[in-house]
């Protein structure tokens, strides 16, 4: 076989094991655009998928002759120096899953094949004089250059990323600080390299809290956060004669991902009840109890509410038979179990969390590129706040269990923003603020053939309130949907 052709048949392989790679993992399992610890790989994919477009599209129908052979060495041998740097960076910064790991390596020997094969082109190349010469390979080079297409998107989604994740820092440092509380406390933090972790542990660090972070990654959230706090892996880990004065408990698996089947509810389950268990486990051997437990829920607690229901739902909402709401209330009742020893509990339930990163990324896509409309009925309740508002809410919650104004045992708040839009209110309002058309209607039969139960997350809603912070005077920085879009623009 001629050893160009089989050259740019392994670049096919490679653009196909590259996309799986996007795909799959930066995308879907480890959501390396939402990661602001990610910010420096992704500016090396970015820039990696630069040269892989370039590559793919001037290899697919040219031949590289005299000046432009040596062009294209210096091109491998960048792409080489920087597949090195993005090895060194991945290592330092987060730990691969075992698949991830797996198709890097097959990626790194599939690409020093061809590299090697088109390199052994170059005194031939080199030889003749300079210019580009067109030599198309059928079917071959049309998939090559769909390819370079791809790759190209891909960066350009990459580098947006980046340039995005850039401003999560800023807008941390930029914030007003916020008082949990004038003593100094020490806090632990379950789900610390969160979304929602990352922005309370940077503020408790900021107002003289001493953390303690439990994580499946104690090495990376000990980058996160500079070295400023301690990291373990379990709860046994812990000493019973550690002080712990308050516990903030995050930790949970992503709810939208692979389908709800039997494996996924358990896995789901035990992120969120099976931990919650660990650490009140811990707190009834602690020589001295957490005076506070803050626990994550969801407003999933209330089920769906009926297309056409206006009924608002404050936290006397009674929970629905379904498997989102079943796994918010068995989530509620693990943490309660804390109230036995002493530890007053409050049990926040969020609404979708308004931020630079989290869901609303990915939910912003479709507008961003121009493709946002209705989704489903478009009439669904979307109850949401602000992941300023909940930090603050979170400081305003420890602040009354430290005056004793709390609630006694068991406390329940809906962290969600005043201002609860329909789904198709909401994606008009993000329109508008990055001056986008929202005309592209999605069907949602096509969600729930692949989701089942989970496409209720995103055609289904909850008109919740946030009673009980309303009635004790709390103020929302940012009560509407509007502001709070334009905030992270």
């Known amino acids: 076989m001629n050893t160009h052709v089989l050259a740019l048949q392994l670049m096919a392989a490679q653009g196909c094991l590259g996309a799986f790679d996007t795909l799959y993992h930066h995308e879907l399992t480890e959501a390396l655009p939402q990661k602001p610890g990610a910010r420096l790989e992704l500016g090396i994919h970015a820039t990696r998928a630069i040269i892989y477009a370039l590559l793919f599209i001037g290899l697919a129908y040219w031949e590289w002759h005299g000046l432009f052979a040596v062009a294209l060495l210096g091109i491998f041998t960048v792409e080489i120096v920087l597949t090195l740097w993005d090895f060194v960076v991945e290592d330092r910064t987060r730990l691969l899953p075992a698949t991830e790991r797996v198709t890097h390596t097959v990626l790194a020997i599939n690409g020093g094949a061809f590299i090697t094969l088109l390199a052994m082109h170059f005194p031939v190349w080199y030889a003749e004089p300079t210019g580009m010469v067109w030599s198309p390979q059928g079917w071959l080079s049309v998939f090559l250059a769909l390819c370079g297409v791809g790759v190209g998107v891909s960066g350009l989604r990459d580098a947006l990323a980046a340039l995005r994740l850039g401003r ?130 969801a407003i999933g607690y209330y089920g769906i509410q009926p297309i056409g229901d206006a009924t608002e739902l404050d936290e006397s909402g009674p929970p629905q038979a379904m498997f989102m709401s079943d796994l918010c209330r068995e989530w509620e009742g693990a943490a309660g179990a804390a109230a036995q020893y002493g530890t ?121 309130v946030p009673q009980r912070l309303q009635r004790e005077g709390f103020v929302f920085r940012y009560p509407g949907i509007a502001a709070a879009l334009r905030s992270v623009k």
């Open 168 to 297: 999560v820092d800023h807008q941390v440092a930029a914030e007003t600080s916020v008082s949990f509380d004038e003593t100094k406390r020490t806090v632990l933090v379950t789900g610390a390299t969160g979304f929602i972790g990352r922005q309370l542990v940077r503020a408790l660090l900021s107002d003289g809290h001493e953390v303690i972070a439990l994580t499946r990654q104690p090495k990376q959230a000990a980058w996160t956060f500079d070295g400023k706090v301690r990291c373990i892996a379990s709860m046994g880990e812990l000493p019973a004669a550690c002080r712990v004065d308050v516990v903030v408990n995050l930790a949970g698996a992503r709810i939208l991902g692979p389908r709800w089947n039997a494996r996924r509810r358990a896995a789901l389950r035990r992120s969120r009840i099976g931990l919650t268990g660990q650490v009140v486990d811990w707190i009834a051997r602690a020589e001295h109890k957490p005076f506070l437990m803050l626990s994550a829920s």
């Open 344 to 464: 007053q509990v409050e049990c926040l339930r969020f609404g979708l969390v308004i931020g630079l990163a989290g869901a609303l990324p990915m939910m912003l896509l479709p507008i961003l590129l121009g493709l946002g409309g209705r989704l489903g009925s478009g009439k669904q309740w979307l109850s949401w706040i602000h992941v300023d508002d909940v930090v603050r809410g979170m400081a305003h919650r420890w602040r009354s269990a430290a005056q004793g104004s709390g609630v006694p045992g068991v406390g329940v708040t809906n962290f969600t923003a005043p201002e609860s839009v329909t789904q198709f209110d909401f994606s008009r309002a993000a329109a508008r603020v990055w001056h986008r058309p929202c005309v592209l209607p999605t069907p949602g039969w096509p969600m729930r053939l692949a989701l089942g139960e989970q496409a209720d997350l995103l055609l289904e809603g909850q008109r919740v």
